[in-house]
C-alpha cells in the first residue's frame, strides 16, 4: 500500500509540473505580447486552457508567474550553456567555449522565443523590486560569460586591450536581441550563430 501511494504521489506531482508548466508557456507568450500592464491572468488563463482562479494553486499572484516566467528565461539558457560547456573534450582551447557559448545561447533564444523575449521586454516594464530580483539572477548568468572571456584572454586566445566588460554586454546584447528580428526567412539559426561568431572572433574586414 504504501508502494502505491508513493507511486501515485510521484504521478501526480509529474501531472502538476507539466501543468505548471503549460501555465509558464502560456503567461510567456501572452506577456510577449502584451506586455506587463496589458497581461491579465484572465488572458494567460485562456492561453493555457484553464480557469483563471486555477492559476493560483500554483502562483500566489500575477506578479509571482511573471517573476518566475522571466527567472526560467535566464535559468533555462544558462543550464543550456553549461550542459554544452561540460560536453565538451577537456582539450578545447578558451575561444572554443566562448563560441560554443554563443551559438548555444543564441540557438536557445530561437528555440525559446517567447521567455527571451518576454524577458527582454519586461525588465523595463515590471516593478522595482522585481526588477532587482531579475538583475541578481542575470547577474548569476553574466559570471559566466565572465570567466569565459578572461580565461580566452588569459590563454593569450583573444586580444589583452579590449575592456571585457564592454565587450561581454556587446555580446548578450547582440545575441538578446536576435530574438525580436529572427525570422525562418533570414535563414536556419545554426547559420546565424556562424556568422554572429565569425564576426565577433574575425570581424567584417577582409585582410589584405
Same mark, same amino acid.
Request: glycine share 6%.
Given at each position: 500500500?504504501?508502494?502505491?501511494? #508513493? /507511486?501515485?504521489? *510521484? ?7 507539466? /501543468? =505548471?508548466? =503549460? ?8 506577456? +510577449?505580447? #502584451?506586455?506587463?500592464? %496589458? ?19 500554483? $502562483?500566489?499572484? =500575477? ?14 539558457? $544558462?543550464?543550456?550553456? /553549461? ?6 573534450? !577537456?582539450? !578545447?582551447?578558451? @575561444? ?11 540557438? $536557445?533564444? @530561437? ?12 525588465? %523595463?516594464? @515590471? ?8 538583475? *541578481? /539572477?542575470? +547577474? ?19 586580444? *589583452? ?32 550563430? =556562424?556568422? $554572429?561568431? *565569425?564576426? @565577433? ?8
Amino acid at each position: 500500500m504504501r508502494s502505491d501511494r #508513493k /507511486t501515485a504521489g *510521484a504521478k501526480a506531482e509529474g501531472k502538476s509540473d507539466k /501543468t =505548471r508548466r =503549460r501555465i509558464l508557456d502560456a503567461a510567456a507568450l501572452v506577456l +510577449r505580447h #502584451k506586455g506587463f500592464a %496589458g497581461t491579465r491572468l484572465v488572458d494567460i488563463a485562456k492561453v493555457a486552457d484553464m480557469q483563471a482562479g486555477s492559476l493560483y494553486y500554483y $502562483f500566489g499572484s =500575477r506578479e509571482e508567474l511573471v517573476a518566475e516566467v522571466m527567472r526560467t528565461g535566464v535559468c533555462s539558457a $544558462f543550464d543550456a550553456v /553549461t550542459r554544452r560547456l561540460a560536453e565538451m573534450p !577537456a582539450e !578545447a582551447s578558451h @575561444v572554443d567555449r566562448l563560441c560554443a557559448a554563443m551559438e548555444t545561447h543564441l540557438l $536557445f533564444l @530561437v528555440e525559446q522565443s517567447d521567455y527571451a523575449s518576454a524577458t527582454i521586454k519586461l525588465i %523595463g516594464q @515590471v516593478p522595482k523590486d522585481m526588477q532587482q530580483q531579475q538583475i *541578481a /539572477t542575470e +547577474r548569476t548568468y553574466g559570471k559566466l560569460w565572465k570567466q569565459l572571456l578572461r580565461d580566452a584572454r588569459d590563454a593569450g586566445e583573444i586580444r *589583452a586591450d579590449l575592456n571585457l566588460s564592454a565587450i561581454r554586454m556587446m555580446i548578450m546584447g547582440a545575441l538578446n536581441w536576435s530574438v525580436e528580428w529572427h525570422r525562418p526567412e533570414n535563414g536556419p539559426a545554426e547559420h546565424i550563430a =556562424r556568422d $554572429f561568431i *565569425a564576426m @565577433v572572433m574575425h570581424g567584417l574586414a577582409v585582410r589584405r
